[in-house]
């Protein structure tokens, strides 16, 4: 009786024990909710849009509850949530690296390399200049591929092959519906850069050397759109697949590196938030950074095989991915202080890394400087036209410091610009919303769902920052937030900072993964299944959230150019038009028109010249008046010129008129039927159905494999 007494107490301490425990958890969990609610006044939506500028003791309390909810979550994830060190993580393929290796293999790499740069800066670009620099990196990988493998990539169980098929199919279908209609403002950087590589289409230029001035953008980055051009046509629809390809791909390659740094639900569920994230899900529509992001990614992918495997061809792939991230958009040089602060990271506590030496991290420099080529050449001569648009962004400039010190009204104090620097840019994915007019979402840049849990992986993280799976998304995330946000001019800057959205994806994820399976190892079998249904209920929700609150806000959100190119396109699609700008602002001439209604008979014209000599009507004619004209006066006299015209206002948000004429007797003919275009008939369309066929074959060899499913496939198929 007295055994059975003891017992009976023991598991009833036992279950307090563990209730205590799991109540520490879930206090950090509703200090993150409570955080999330106190900036942005919701606890699981977005519908509410926040200011920039109504900071007051309400944001203060968030930012008190933001940091217990960090502390108490690091305090509360403790040695027993680590996760399992993955295999081959101390030794693999790399075990040898230690010894000298030939390195007389490379040598052809790195001659093909000098001779690119010295052609370069003695000749300029050549096509030999670019056959040598693609040389150089194939040189560099062909000998690494000895004694590679990669079943770190292809070791998946056909359950999560097929979790992670239908997460991608999501995150397609999300970036690639209405592609050309939402956003519905463009924004006048993507007609420049649009304009410029057609430019560079239809002339046959091939630099990808150097900093085109007349963008301020680099040559490779307007070849990469070129590139999306070439396979999917030479308009608007080519120029923006090329980014929801690499979007779709970022959400794949996310998953990669979350299994590869903790296990396969972290990189599910990473997956899962980026494919739903309105911020990458927008800049995936559009031209930057998705690509960028996405050879970044690969990059990080292969570097964190090669840390974990020891892989020569894996540092070499990291380093290449980096360099080819360098190539895009101005966030990719991101890349590089990255490697820097991981190599310096590895020689603080290089012991705890034995499969690792030196001569990895100088192929990962070597694979870096191979993939950007002649363009490091380029940065060093001509450091001020490398810099492009930094010269005018960077914080310590003349101009931008002037304007932040205004901004702030620091009178000169640098400590009040600083502060606010640094609140705008680290508190962006909670608080502020985008400062940029490229985007312009009056929102934090986490969705509310991904903040909670981004709370509880940053304080899991932290209190790992010496271990590389939980360093390496804090500071891929920290150096942006720090050069893109804080050191530069009007943070958050959303094209800047949106690079980071697979690391901060991937914080929330270890958040989410190790919270979840604390509840169940606290609550038992009961909750062990109901745990990872309120996971996937949840970031359904959140997803649809998420696309309710963007697509309305992209759908009806355009500047006043935006909004009447729009027009000037529906009305033109079935009727061929003359069409008149009647503004001394918006001009026929202006990048947006010229590129999206190239093929439009447009003319500016002035008032004077309006009420002087009005045109002759031999073809149907627009008139699009904006409101900066004199407008009442302008509308009334048109429409008494032309009694018989057809005449639309638009009232939000800028005010314009489009009065539509035919000529006397003017028939109008039946609507323009433009034959479909078939996806096959696109070489980027052919490009992408030869990869789904073999994502399908992969996934019948999966299912194949598994022997727990292919009896009863064949049973049933009896």
């Not at 200049?129 to 000895?146: D, F, H, Q, T, Y």
């Not at 085109?212 to 608007?236: D, I, K």
């Not at 000169?412 to 940029?436: C, I, M, T, Y």
């Not at 009647?582 to 010229?594: A, D, I, K, L, M």
Request: charged content about 15%; some cysteine; proline content about 4%.
């Amino acid at each position: 009786m007295g055994n059975h007494t003891h017992s009976v107490s023991e598991k009833m301490l036992s279950r307090v024990s563990h209730t205590k425990k799991l109540a520490v958890y879930c206090l950090a969990f509703g200090l993150a909710m409570l955080t999330n609610y106190l900036f942005a006044g919701e606890v699981l939506t977005r519908f509410k849009d926040l200011s920039p500028n109504s900071w007051g003791a309400q944001q203060n309390l968030a930012v008190l509850a933001l940091a217990g909810a960090i502390a108490l979550s690091a305090a509360c994830f403790g040695r027993r949530d680590d996760f399992k060190a993955a295999e081959g993580d101390a030794g693999g393929e790399g075990a040898g690296l230690k010894t000298a290796w030939d390195w007389l293999g490379l040598l052809p790499a790195f001659i093909c390399y000098g001779a690119s740069t010295w052609l370069y800066l003695e000749h300029g670009e050549t096509g030999t200049v670019r056959w040598l620099w693609l040389a150089s990196v194939g040189l560099l990988l062909v000998p690494l591929l000895r004694k590679s493998r990669f079943k770190d990539f292809v070791t998946f169980h056909f359950w999560e092959y097929s979790v992670l098929a239908l997460i991608v199919t999501g995150a397609f279908i999300l970036r690639y519906v209405d592609l050309t209609t939402i956003p519905h403002h463009v924004s006048n950087d993507t007609a420049i850069m649009g304009l410029f590589s057609r430019k560079l289409l239809t002339e046959g230029d091939g630099r990808w050397v150097g900093i085109a001035l007349q963008t301020n953008h680099q040559f490779s980055e307007h070849q990469l759109l070129v590139v999306g051009m070439r396979l999917f046509g030479v308009s608007h629809y080519g120029l923006s697949m090329l980014s929801v390809i690499a979007g779709t791909l970022s959400v794949v390659a996310t998953h990669l590196l979350g299994r590869a740094l903790f296990n396969r639900w972290v990189g599910l569920i990473a997956a899962s938030f980026l494919a739903i994230d309105y911020v990458h899900l927008h800049f995936s529509r559009i031209i930057f950074g998705p690509i960028t992001t996405c050879f970044l990614l690969l990059g990080a992918l292969f570097l964190v095989h090669g840390i974990r495997r020891g892989s020569r061809l894996g540092f070499a792939l990291g380093g290449v991915g980096i360099g080819m991230g360098m190539l895009g958009y101005y966030s990719g040089r991101v890349g590089l202080p990255i490697l820097c602060t991981l190599m310096a990271l590895w020689v603080w506590q290089r012991k705890r890394y034995p499969q690792i030496t030196t001569s990895c991290w100088l192929l990962v420099l070597a694979g870096t400087a191979f993939a950007f080529g002649p363009n490091l050449a380029y940065g060093v001569k001509k450091l001020n036209e490398f810099n492009g648009r930094g010269n005018n962004v960077i914080l310590w400039t003349p101009v931008a410091w002037k304007h932040s010190s205004a901004k702030y009204h620091s009178q000169g104090n640098p400590a009040v610009v600083l502060k606010e620097q640094a609140k705008r840019a680290f508190l962006g994915p909670f608080f502020f919303p985008d400062s940029s007019t490229i985007c312009a979402l009056r929102k934090p840049m986490l969705s509310s769902l991904a903040a909670i849990f981004f709370i509880l992986g940053l304080g899991y993280c932290v209190r790992r920052y010496r271990d590389i799976p939980c360093a390496f998304p804090l500071i891929w995330a920290g150096l942006v937030f720090l050069l893109g946000g804080m050191l530069t001019i009007d943070p958050p800057f959303w094209p800047h900072l949106n690079i980071a959205a697979p690391a901060l994806a991937l914080i929330a994820a270890v958040g989410a993964e190790r919270f979840a399976r604390r509840v169940i190892l606290e609550g038992g079998r009961r909750i062990a299944m109901l745990v990872p249904m309120v996971m996937t209920v949840g970031i359904c929700f959140t997803g649809i959230n998420n696309w309710e609150v963007y697509h309305r806000f992209a759908r009806d959100y355009a500047t006043g150019r935006s909004h009447a190119m729009r027009q000037i396109q529906d009305i033109t699609r079935a009727v061929d038009y003359r069409v008149f700008i009647v503004s001394p602002e918006f001009n026929w001439g202006h990048e947006v028109y010229q590129f999206f209604t190239s093929e439009v008979d447009g003319h500016n014209l002035s008032e004077e010249e309006l009420y002087r000599k009005l045109p002759v009507i031999d073809k149907p004619t627009a008139f699009v008046v904006h409101e900066d004209t004199d407008y009442e006066k302008c509308v009334a006299f048109l429409s008494n010129a032309y009694p018989w015209a057809v005449r639309r206002a638009y009232s939000a948000p800028w005010r314009f008129t489009i009065i539509r004429v035919f000529p006397p007797g003017h028939v109008e003919p039946p609507e323009k039927l433009t034959p479909p275009l078939f996806l096959w008939e696109s070489w980027g369309w052919r490009c992408v159905f030869a990869v789904l066929l073999g994502v399908l074959w992969l996934g019948w060899v999966t299912l194949h494999r598994e022997k727990a499913w292919w009896p009863r496939i064949r049973r049933l198929s009896e």
